[in-house]
């Protein structure tokens, strides 16, 4: 039963009657399923492209691709996972989750929400369509400039990168101004600041980030569309400019994404502990000020990117030291998230399975962070195989492996119907697998000496087993994500009934029916503690009391 | 504010409970918050060009050199239109605030004068530096930086012409009442920023560079 809420019944019309209010909607909760099915689909494409680039690398001097298929598979598998996948996902849970979780009715603005997803959905499309008109981009989902100038990219791929991320990014920016709009102003009565679901705190702190870190991104992208089409001189080293200024600006975007990415898994992961371990978040406070410290440090470690392309040494160290200090509030977290399950009640359902899969992962990419961290470290194995393994485990281990308790976690609130959980073991347990399969052994053949981004090499190198296992892994993880696929959409058409908390949560987006009303709340829920809904169902032990 | 927010449930946390803090903001600041967000990603943008102008200072391989080609007396008459116009634009909001109708049309007037004016110095200082000079994006490093770095100032500024001719429309058709003040308010923070902007590209392109 609905605490706050009272909705007539539901009665659907059919998907054809129903698809042209979806292209319209201004409606928070429908713009983040449209976020989160579009990036689905992104995802699978981005996907299939790792599993060609595996597939390549299978055999030593394989021809599967070629070079320059494989140029450009790499860089739209880049290019999409992070800007079409990973972000889009975690601004779909946003849209949905943020106002049920402070009590809104919508977001602050509706309308630039709507056109935040279409540019998203069209410069995502535009990217792609590089396919039909003679070639994808092929120059690395950081484009380094010289090789994007016009002199050694001549075709129009390069263009279809650059208009592409500037047109999804202009949403991007647009969803930033709306997330910390809403956040700040949007709160039910009582619920200050202090109060809010540390997930929603992350959020804030994602669109602060997006808002210093983008625009820079924009303004780089567009010198280079300056370069290439009217001839300016920005990174054309021959009339002065400089390359390395592009390789900065990239960067200074580059890496605070790598945290627009993390923060908000880190969200997904402080909501759904506490309620598989029936407790309190252990340290609120020190969660959320972890999360402003590494806001604010991650703007200035971007230079550890470029440790080998020749900075001097005293730039390597304040870098260089930057980045070991961002380790400080991450652990903190992860003590506050460990510290939360010790002693708990703990439930191992598939949105604990996958937090927990989360913690350990992320571990291994924090440790192996701090390792390139260290400059010399770093002068040896940059742009070696054991960065790619580093990312991955960062990114994928990280971000995605969160975004999947998410996914488990919040589909009954969306749907009214629980995911198989059956279905969601075997895929954790082949994700799991496959995972630390496919790219645990990338560290060792990066160690090794094989570089990032080649399209094959010799016998002689020792690298083939390290290739294979990693391809073999690659294959499990897709298996593992047909069981997803499988189970998203078998549960939606005749899933198990969830009821509207199935979870016993204590955040108000479980206060509503499931799925919500379109005004998501009849009465505006008066807030008095960080677990309003706890307070409602224990009126004889409220939160309120004790803090 | 968070801050604050943070102390005080920190304090409630040792048992000091002290009642429910309403939200930060209400409703109405909604536009004033998106505002200032939308400002602070402007901001961004243009320090990302400053900083690739001022990176590029004299790093040229040939000329013309700014020193050669910069002229003074147009960009102070615009200099000081541009700033001129910061005043008016305040006062037009002042006016509408009180309901004074009139006078807001009258300084909203002046400030798109003077924004068209500055807009037109920028105009022959180009096509100077264009047809006189022989200076374009493709010349060399400072016409590429120059180019870009003025050529967005300017834009923003056409835009904030044309919003707020717009809003002088609007008002001529008596759309526009005191109501409407907050909406103003943040327009005229943003011609506020294009006006900030401008002190900087002025310090670094025409005082530093020159």
Known sequence: ?547 | MSEAHLTSAAATGHGHHRGFPAADFNEEHRVQVGMACFICSEAAFFSTLIVAYITYLGKDTIGPTPAEVLRWPLVIAGTIALVSSSFTVHWANSALRQGDLSAFRRWLAATILLGIAFLAGTAAEWRDLIVEHGLTIGTNLFGTTYFTLVGFHALHVTVGVIVLTLMLALSAKRFVSQQHQVGFEVVSWYWHLVDSVWLVVFTVVYVIGR
Do not use: C
């Open chain 1, 1 to 547: 039963m609905a605490v706050l809420d009272h909705p007539a019944e539901n009665v659907s019309p059919p998907v054809a009657q129903r698809a042209p209010s979806w292209a319209t909607t201004l409606d928070h909760k429908q713009i983040g399923i449209l976020y989160i099915i579009t990036s689905l689909i992104f995802m699978a494409v981005g996907g299939l492209e790792a599993l060609i680039i595996r597939a390549q690398l299978w055999v030593p001097d394989s021809h599967l691709v070629g070079p320059d298929m494989f140029n450009q598979l790499f860089t739209m598998h880049g290019t999409t996972m992070v800007f079409f996948v990973v972000m889009p996902m975690l601004f779909g849970f946003g849209n949905y989750l943020i106002p049920l979780m402070i009590g809104a009715r919508d977001m602050a603005f509706p309308r630039l929400n709507a056109f935040s997803y279409w540019m998203f959905a069209f410069g995502g499309t535009l990217t792609y369509l590089s396919f039909l008109a003679g070639g994808a981009p092929n120059v690395g989902w950081f484009a380094y400039a010289p090789l994007t100038e016009y002199a050694f990219s001549r075709d129009h791929s390069t263009d279809y990168w650059i208009l592409g991320l500037m047109v999804s990014g202009i949403g991007t920016t647009a969803t930033a101004v709306n997330l910390v709009t809403t956040i700040l102003v949007m709160r039910a009565p009582g619920m200050s600041l202090a109060r809010v679901p540390l997930f929603v705190w992350m959020m804030m702190f994602d669109g602060v980030l997006l808002i210093f870190a983008l625009p820079p991104f924009t303004a780089a992208a567009i010198m280079l569309l300056l370069d290439r089409g009217l001839g300016a001189h920005f990174f054309d080293t021959q009339a002065g400019g400089s390359a390395l200024l592009w390789q900065h600006l990239f960067w200074f975007f580059g890496h605070p994404e790598v945290y627009i990415m993390a923060l908000p898994a880190f969200g997904i992961i402080s909501e759904v502990v506490p309620v598989f371990s029936r407790k309190v978040i252990f340290g609120y406070e020190s969660v959320a000020a972890a999360t402003v410290v590494i806001g604010v440090i991650s703007m200035g470690v971007w230079a550890h990117h470029m440790f080998t392309v020749g900075m001097s040494d005293a730039l390597d160290a304040i870098f260089s030291g930057a980045s070991f200090l961002i380790a400080v509030p991450t652990g903190i977290k992860m003590f506050n998230w460990i510290a939360t399950i010790y002693g708990g009640k703990i439930r191992m359902q598939s949105p604990m399975l996958f937090a927990v899969g989360f913690l350990a992962m992320f571990l291994i990419g924090g440790l192996t962070g701090i390792m390139l961290a260290a400059v010399p470290i770093d002068w040896q194995v940059s742009d070696s195989y054991f960065v790619v393994g580093h990312f991955h485990y960062v990114l994928f281990g990280g971000s995605l492996f969160a975004i999947m308790a998410a996914y488990y976690f919040w589909f009954p609130k969306m749907t009214g119907r629980l995911l198989s959980e059956r279905l969601a073991r075997w895929h954790f347990w082949l994700m799991l697998a496959g995972f630390n399969l496919t790219f645990f052994p990338m560290h060792i053949a990066g160690l090794l000496g094989m570089p990032r981004r080649i399209y094959t090499y010799s016998a002689d190198r020792g690298w083939t087993i390290w290739n294979q296992l990693s391809t073999v892994g690659a294959m499990l993880l897709a298996v593992s994500f047909l069981f997803f696929f499988w189970n998203l959409f078998v549960s939606w058409r005749r899933g198990e009934s969830s009821g509207d908390d199935p979870w016993d949560a204590w955040t108000l987006e479980w206060a509503t029916t499931s799925p919500p009303a379109h005004y998501n709340f009849e009465e505006i829920p008066i807030v008095r503690s960080r677990r309003p809904l706890w307070d409602l169902k224990h009126p004889e032990d409220p939160d309120w009391e004790h803090e």
